[in-house]
């Protein structure tokens, strides 16, 4: 499965990155990168806890990168 992260500038400086695909993934952070880094994390947690409960089953994945 390929999943991707969105990334965008706020008005106030932050910067916010989401993966689309996995609802809940979306975080803050003071570069992009850092926004983008916290978003592939949170987002392969998200994937560990299905995995972990039963969820879902473990899948290969890629994760790209796109500017919002």
Partial sequence: MNF???YERED???WLAEVPEIPGVLTYGATA???MAKA???ALRALAER???GESRP???NIQ???A
């Fill in 4 to 6: 991707h992260i969105e």
């Fill in 12 to 14: 106030d400086g932050r």
């Fill in 33 to 35: 990168d850092e926004a």
């Fill in 40 to 42: 592939e994390i949170l």
């Fill in 51 to 53: 995995i972990e409960t």
């Fill in 59 to 61: 899948i290969p994945i």
């Fill in 65 to 67: 990168l796109v500017a």
